[in-house]
């Protein structure tokens, strides 16, 4: 089986900035800069319906299965909180003064997490949604974070060109990896002993956690990286930039194996904000400033 396009999904009108995974493995949701949030069906490559309106722009979304609730983060910093069988919002959460760029869900202590453009995180209680911690640990933005069960930490990716660390036990900080003063604005965990970081110039880096130190920097696009994800195969991983283009990894290696861009790949024709690896047929979904979500068959 080759990479190709399977679709092209449109229904947005704007940039969409974010899509998460829904309660069944076939359906994803999306938003962004139109305010909706769309629902969608990848056995039928079809829109179901608009599952939410929001005031401002959604610049991130979580769906949390076993309360069955989507958050919504938005530009001014609120969380909308909806229950999807209801379709009613039954809380908004607001601390921060800046985007909430990315909302995680700690499944084991049932706590929620929300990074803001502020330069602080936020942990949340998932059975009654009361804060339970912020904390300020940037002056720069916090564009992403990611969780790694196996290390019971989670890791920040700081406009001040730091790769934060926090243990999930206590809240503490654990370790701080720099980047030469150059924004991070993607991390993933690939596994226990290692982490990668894609920055505002352009540069993938991996992390080894055994001795927490950059280990390879390498050139990997011509704008900054906006997104890292990981399918079920661990030996490859997929990079979003602001250049336009999608790429897959070698993860071993650290080598591409396939480029989507320009007209030949159907690719997107301005920067891909996000993307989402998923199970359900080994899917690869990328979104972008033109409002367009990319559905890829990969091998």
Known sequence: ??????????GHQGAIYTICEGPEEHIVYSAGADRKVIEWNLDTLQPIRVIAKSPTTVISLCFIKELNILLIGQVEGGVH????????????LKVHKGYIFDIKYVENKKEIVFSSGDGSFSVWSANDYKMLLQEKIANGKIRDLSINLNRDEACFASGDGVAIIYNLKDWTEKNRI???????NAVKY???????FGDKMAHLSEVDLLTN??????????????SIDQGENKDVFAIGSRDKTLKVWDANQLKVLKRFEGFKDQAHTHSVNKILWLSYKNYLLSTGDDGKIKVWQTP
Do not use: C, F, T
């Open 213 to 226: 130190r950059v280990i390879q920097k390498l050139p990997a696009h011509n704008w900054a990286i906006y």
């Open 81 to 92: 909180v909806i229950d999807i069988e209801k379709g009613s919002e039954i809380k908004y």
């Open 178 to 184: 720099e980047n030469d003063g150059v924004a991070i």
């Open 1 to 10: 089986m080759e990479y190709q396009l399977i679709k092209s999904l449109e």
């Open 190 to 196: 690939l596994n226990e002993n290692r982490l990668l």
